[in-house]
């Protein structure tokens, strides 16, 4: 998922790290320092149009490996949420770090989440601004609830209950999605589908050249 705000230059004190608050957190996650980044996939490659497969082998070098280096590719897109398979990994995963409606910042994992939105009758919408790392360039406004909870696990398979309101909820509901085989635009008119994937190639190249230029800034 893109993000709207300017992602904190200095320490951040208040922020929650896998739901839970922290005194102090780097702007830069510690698992970003240790990725390495990853191609993202664009609208139209088919993994990103089939649901994601259950991550079964926990605690294991390869899915720490794989988080790390979704943090840092997330860093380097100036993204605010990142699924497995926008890295061409078919695992029901992503990694966050976005702000909430007041301010707080949310970073942190999550395999096999299950969406929790409240009912019908209590939810409440948001028309809001939504872009994302695999269609670069591009935004149209989506509506969602503004608040949501996922359930899943840690990288340990220890169980995680994740709440977010306002941008963060919609981060939630948007990488959930993305797990499902869905992208926002799915979520869009035929026309401003067609006005997004214009955008896209119209501005693709720019994006490009900056994630390019932010991750020999980081190599340097």
């Known amino acids: 998922m893109s993000v709207r705000h300017e992602r904190p ?42 649901p994601c497969q259950e991550v079964t082998a926990f605690g294991s070098p390869a899915l720490s490996s794989l988080i790390d280096d979704m943090f840092l590719t997330m860093h380097v897109a100036d993204g605010a949420g990142l699924a497995a398979n926008q890295v061409d990994v078919g695992l029901r995963l992503f990694v966050y770090d976005c702000p909430d409606e007041y301010g707080i910042r949310h970073t942190g994992h999550i395999a096999n989440p299950v969406l929790d939105l409240p009912a019908p009758g209590d939810r409440r919408l948001v028309d809001d601004f939504e872009g994302c790392l695999s269609v670069p360039g591009a935004g149209k406004s989506v509506p969602r609830t503004d608040h949501a909870v996922v359930r899943g696990f840690d990288k340990e398979g220890a169980p995680l209950v994740i709440e977010g309101t306002g941008y963060f909820a919609r981060c939630l509901q948007h990488e959930t999605d993305h797990l499902l085989g869905h992208t926002y635009l799915d979520r869009l008119s035929k026309r401003d589908r067609k006005d997004a994937l214009r955008q896209m190639t119209d501005r693709r190249e720019e994006v490009f050249a900056r994630r390019a230029a932010k991750a020999a800034g980081l190599e340097r």
Do not use: W
């Open 9 to 50: 230059r200095s320490v951040d004190r208040r922020v929650r790290v896998q739901g839970r608050p922290v005194d102090s957190y780097p702007a830069l996650p510690p698992e970003a320092e240790r990725g390495a980044v990853r191609r993202i996939t664009e609208v139209g490659e088919e993994i990103l149009s089939r």
